[in-house]
């Protein structure tokens, strides 16, 4: 009975780590929790979102690790960490507009490695808030930043 009760209460505790997602576009698992927005060719886009809502008016925590990869002058723009509540199948611009152009309503935190001048972006890698799929600096859209990575 014992072994029992820890592996259901294992099961429960482990549960979270098992969400559903939904992958669209170019997205792919690549292994237990890990996915990989794009594969590293030109004009790629994908999103992977959680099946569950997260409900704003209760405190939530989110651990997450990026890696934007180590190519510069060849390298890809960056992408969006976007909540929206557009649906599972929601998908932005490609390339430069980090998958996330169109997404409304939403709340964006862009991580861009690429400096696009007609956006108004800086040289440096930047950090930005914005709202409603923005991708311009002086959009009013843009909520904060851009900040230097």
Do not use: Y
């Not at 939904?22 to 979102?49: E, H, I, K, M, Y």
């Not at 180590?70 to 723009?77: E, I, T, V």
């Not at 599972?88 to 996330?100: D, E, F, I, K, Y």
Request: charged share 15%.
């Amino acid at each position: 009975m014992r072994r029992s009760l820890l592996a259901v209460s294992w099961l429960l505790l482990i549960s979270p780590l098992f969400a559903q997602f939904n992958l669209v576009g170019d997205a792919t698992v690549t292994g237990l929790g890990c996915f990989q927005l794009t594969p590293d060719v030109s004009t790629q886009r994908g999103a992977v979102w959680t099946s569950t809502p997260i409900d704003f008016s209760q405190g939530f925590d989110l651990v997450l690790e990026f890696n934007l990869g180590c190519k510069d002058a060849n390298g890809a723009d960056g992408m969006g960490f976007v909540f929206q509540t557009v649906g599972p199948n929601a998908l932005g611009g490609p390339g430069g507009w980090l998958g996330l152009l169109g997404i409304t309503p939403s709340i964006v935190i862009e991580l861009d490695n690429w400096e696009n001048t007609d956006r108004i972006d800086p040289a440096d890698d930047h950090i930005a808030i914005g709202m409603n799929g923005n991708a311009f600096r002086n959009s009013p859209n843009n909520l904060a930043g851009p900040v230097q990575l």
